[in-house]
């Protein structure tokens, strides 16, 4: 079963920088495409930004030049260096796959569900 924990968040001023890192469990996923999520106060969890396993990137709009995704598939990790940050990129950041894994959660009948982890929260505030 797929696990994910997410660090590198915090506090940072308007124009700042943060380097989230991203380590998963129970599953490689060396060929798999897998990106960076985000979930504001009231809003819908969103993606920011995504990478194939042959390293082609993309991003949400909002982020374009100031995030930058990267992986390492040896030591099955994703990275998402941000720069340039500012209040509305304040939210819990998540790291999961393109589409998001999913776990068994029943087995009669047989359910699934997405699988997030804790996520880390990134706030930028003066």
């Known amino acids: 079963q797929v696990h994910f924990v997410e660090s590198g968040g915090g506090l940072v001023q308007p124009g700042g920088s943060l380097r989230l890192s991203c380590a998963a469990s129970?599953?490689?996923?060396?060929?798999?495409?897998v990106g960076w999520y985000r979930q504001a106060p009231g809003k819908q969890r969103e993606m920011v930004a995504a990478i194939a396993s042959g390293g082609d990137a993309n991003y949400e709009d909002s982020v374009k030049g100031r995030f930058t995704i990267s992986r390492d598939n040896a030591k099955n990790t994703v990275v998402l260096q941000m720069t340039s940050l500012n209040p509305e990129d304040t939210a819990v950041y998540y790291c999961?796959?393109?589409?998001?894994?999913?776990?068994?959660?029943?087995?009669?009948?047989?359910?699934?569900?997405?699988?997030w982890g804790q996520g880390t929260q990134v706030t930028v505030s003066s």
């Open positions: 999961n796959g393109d589409p998001p894994y999913k776990v068994q959660v029943s087995a009669s009948p047989k359910l699934f569900k997405e699988y």
């Open positions: 129970g599953r490689t996923f060396r060929t798999d495409r």
